[in-house]
């Protein structure tokens, strides 16, 4: 596992925390591998593996991998491994695109990633344009659904 760190982020939230990487990191590399605990309900700190699964994630510190609409990682739920998606320098903040695992959040909220591709509400994939979400990693279970 990539060297890694919690921080509080400067967001709406006070009390929301980030997880950023503390060293360089090329494209496509395995920054963490995880397993956990499989549960048919969702949670907001769960991640969707499969049409009716969820895996609480261990090591829960991935957990805390907020979302960006410029992901740098994505959650790679068939190899179980956090992998960047494009090169990310130390002292950056890991961020992935929920809906590429989450086809319908517990927990819709607005996004401030300030990115010029910004969905500003993210609820999950269902609520997407499929041309859209074309440009993104999707998880098999995701894809299956937008099939
Ligand atoms: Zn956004």
Known sequence: MMRVEPFG?????PNE????????????????????????????????????????VDPAVLQLVCHSCRPNVRFDVTERK???VRAIRAA????FFYPSTEWAMVAPFNCLCGEPECFHRID??????RERLQSY??????RSQLA
């Not at 982020?9 to 939230?13: E, L, M, N, T």
């Not at 950056?92 to 961020?95: A, S």
């Open 92 to 95: 950056d903040e890991l961020t």
């Open 137 to 142: 990693w999707l998880a098999p279970h995701v």
């Open 124 to 129: 999950g994939a269902k609520s997407i344009p």
């Open 9 to 13: 982020r400067s967001g709406a939230d």
């Open 82 to 84: 956090l992998i960047s």
């Open 17 to 56: 925390r980030g997880l950023r990487i503390l060293e360089d990191c090329p494209p496509d590399t395995v920054i963490a591998e995880f397993s956990g605990q499989l549960t048919p309900t969702a949670t907001r700190h769960t991640i969707q593996v499969g049409p009716a699964q969820h895996l609480v």
